[in-house]
């Protein structure tokens, strides 16, 4: 128990640090936009970039690991609009559930996470499963708001959008050098002040993220964002843990983890661009995060 509490106790801490900071003020909202441009734009993509362009994706078993959790997003989804047509919920509720169910938190708090519990073999594993999270999980959410409840046609507009994000961007771009095997000490120079700002990531996105927090509770929805939390904490994790005892030859236990996330901080981003019930997602990204610190270290002890 004491190793899950050195490996969730630092990345939680730094999010209660940024929550406290803003409730008394050391951090203005002025200060949290600024850290979030500076992770958004630079910090997050370069720690995306080096840490995709490290990974060998000519690996057979990496491809294993993505089909796989490609399939494993696939079959969440459903299930999660399954059980959503059961409900007598408005259209735009069903879509803002849906997509704080199925989009994780893997930049945020998973890489720092994972970071901590795996070594490096293990932690380029969560990177390929965190893969579909992090791209397909907000493209189907995406198709949803758009198809489910604007029933607009306007999803072209939302892929140019999609195709400018700096974090998709460094992604492609560190899966294309990987397969383009650009490397040598040149390259390596080249890359060490990518290298530096990747290192500041994950503290500043914590302390973002906790900053981000403080005020965005709503009991109103309470209800709701259980329904979430149980989702994307407790059934996502359940089934791909089920799945990977029963189908996976290679460990699992990057996949689990990196299923187990709380709902993503670009799932209000994309509910404030839409105007879908962004009070709601803020809500549910605030519980699902805080039901984490607890759910995340269950998790750490099965599979460790």
């Known amino acids: ?12 801490a730094i999010i209660a640090l940024g929550y ?4 008394h003020k050391v951090l203005s909202d002025n200060n949290i936009h600024v850290l979030n441009l500076l992770v958004y734009y630079v910090s ?18 990496n ?9 494993l997003l696939a079959v969440i989804s459903m299930l999660t609009l399954i059980l959503l047509s059961f ?14 169910s ?5 930049v945020y708090i998973g890489f720092p996470l994972a970071q901590k519990a795996f070594d490096a073999n293990l932690y380029n594993n969560f990177l390929i499963a965190a893969t579909p999270q992090l791209v397909f999980g907000i493209v189907i959410s995406v198709l949803v708001y758009e198809f489910y409840v604007l029933k607009s046609k306007n999803f072209k507009t939302y892929f140019f959008d999609f195709a ?13 050098f990987s397969l383009m095997q650009i490397k040598g000490e040149l390259v390596k120079t080249l890359f060490s002040p990518i290298q530096m700002f990747a290192a500041t990531a994950s503290p500043i ?16 929805d309470f209800i709701n964002s259980m329904f979430v939390s149980v989702v994307k904490l407790v059934l996502f994790p359940l089934v791909l843990f089920l799945l990977a005892k029963q189908f996976l030859s290679y460990p699992s236990e990057p996949s689990i983890l990196s299923a187990a996330m709380p709902t993503a901080a670009t799932v209000f981003v994309i509910a404030e661009k839409y105007n879908v019930v962004p009070k709601f997602i803020a809500s549910t990204l605030f519980l699902t995060t805080i039901i984490s610190i607890f759910s995340v270290s269950i998790i750490l002890v099965l599979i460790k």
């Open 87 to 100: 409900t007598n919920l408005k259209p735009i509720y069903k879509a803002a559930i849906f997509s704080a």
């Open 205 to 220: 996105a914590l302390l973002a993220l906790g900053g981000f927090l403080r005020g965005k509770y709503d009991h109103s």
């Open 44 to 61: 997050l993509p370069a720690i995306i970039f080096i840490s995709f362009y490290n990974l060998d994706w000519t690996s057979v078993t």
């Open 20 to 23: 406290f900071m803003r409730r």
């Open 102 to 106: 199925i989009v994780g938190n893997t």
């Open 63 to 71: 491809l294993k690991i993505l089909g796989f959790n490609l399939v």
């Open 1 to 12: 128990m004491l190793e899950i509490i050195k490996i969730t106790f630092p990345v939680f």
């Open 164 to 176: 400018k994000n700096p974090l998709i961007i460094s992604l492609f771009l560190g899966i294309i």
